[in-house]
């Protein structure tokens, strides 16, 4: 059940929600193992549960993965709505609806740290996309982009959808199929209508993982064809 409560930590109610969201009767909580704590652990399944900074989990992640499987659990924000909250963090000020809609492409945003897990036999990674709600307040001490409004808590509301990939060809899903080869970032972007930045992340990504491979140049860009 997600709490109805005002946050006072960030992320804390999301990383919670999500792990009752994806725990099953006999999963066991916060297990000590190797000198970590495991969020989830399923029989031989450990599961990791991380809403922002995949580089504050990576040495983790590789240490486990010598002797483990380990699955990783990522939310991608699809719909959000900000919550506007006093500086005692007791009284709700304002709801609003964010004009923000994300995607199942804005997993690169993070995979970036971390593309060559990916290989690795005993990872998998999945991708909830989810609505939230993001706790905020006026108290000066955000960022600029929002007007110095810190973010107090971020609260799962629903999940939408749910994207599991359990090895590198999975996210070939990314390259259309009628995409011509070799292809180039920008017509990776025209193709998918993303900001060339995104697919610039999603090509060092499917290159780490052995999926892509750089097969020319034209001009001063890469050309790129599927390895797989």
Known sequence: MISKGIGVQNE???HAA?????AEPEDQFEVPLNGFFIDLVRGKQLVEIQTRNFSAIRQKLQTLLQEHQVHLLHPITFEKWVLQVDRVGTKVLSRRKSPYRGKL???????????????????????PLIREEEVRCRDGKGSKHR???SIKDRRLLEVVSSHRFTKAEDF???????LPRPFSNKTLAAALALPIHRCRQITYCLRKMEALSVVGKQRNELLFDTAL
Do not use: A
């Open 172 to 178: 070939l899903q990314f390259i259309p199929l009628g």
């Open 105 to 127: 492409t804005d997993i690169f945003e993070e995979l970036v740290r971390i593309p060559e897990l990916v290989k690795h036999e005993n990872f998998t990674v999945e991708f």
């Open 12 to 14: 804390r109610s999301l």
């Open 18 to 22: 999500l792990k009752q969201w994806y």
């Open 147 to 149: 007007k110095r409004e």
